[in-house]
């Protein structure tokens, strides 16, 4: 049970990392119909960028800016990838 929970704080470790972390939260995720730009730019030189898609893509996340793309772009990528 331990290396269990040890896996899964490992693998959540690239949070820690995220620049998201460390600016404003409601950057990514904005009204509807609101900018993502801000979040985007964060996104651009986020050295975890790639472990944060994988986790949104994997978890179907349906809101909020993830790994540099709207949940509209998300699905788009799902969808191109069938």
């Keep these: 049970m331990e290396d269990l929970f040890h896996a899964d704080a490992e693998?959540?470790?690239w949070q820690d990392r995220a620049?998201?972390?460390q600016t404003?939260?409601?950057?990514?995720?904005?009204?509807k119909g609101g900018s993502t730009r801000e979040?985007?730019?964060?996104?651009?030189?986020?050295?975890?960028?790639?472990?944060?898609?994988?986790?949104?893509?994997?978890?179907d996340?349906?809101?909020?800016?993830?790994g540099g793309l709207s949940e509209r772009e998300r699905r788009k990528l799902k969808k191109s990838a069938v």
């Design 11 to 13: 693998e959540m470790g």
């Design 61 to 66: 996340e349906r809101f909020g800016i993830w």
């Design 19 to 21: 620049l998201c972390a």
């Design 39 to 59: 979040a985007k730019r964060v996104c651009l030189t986020c050295d975890v960028r790639g472990e944060c898609l994988e986790y949104a893509l994997e978890n």
């Design 24 to 31: 404003d939260p409601e950057a990514f995720f904005p009204e």
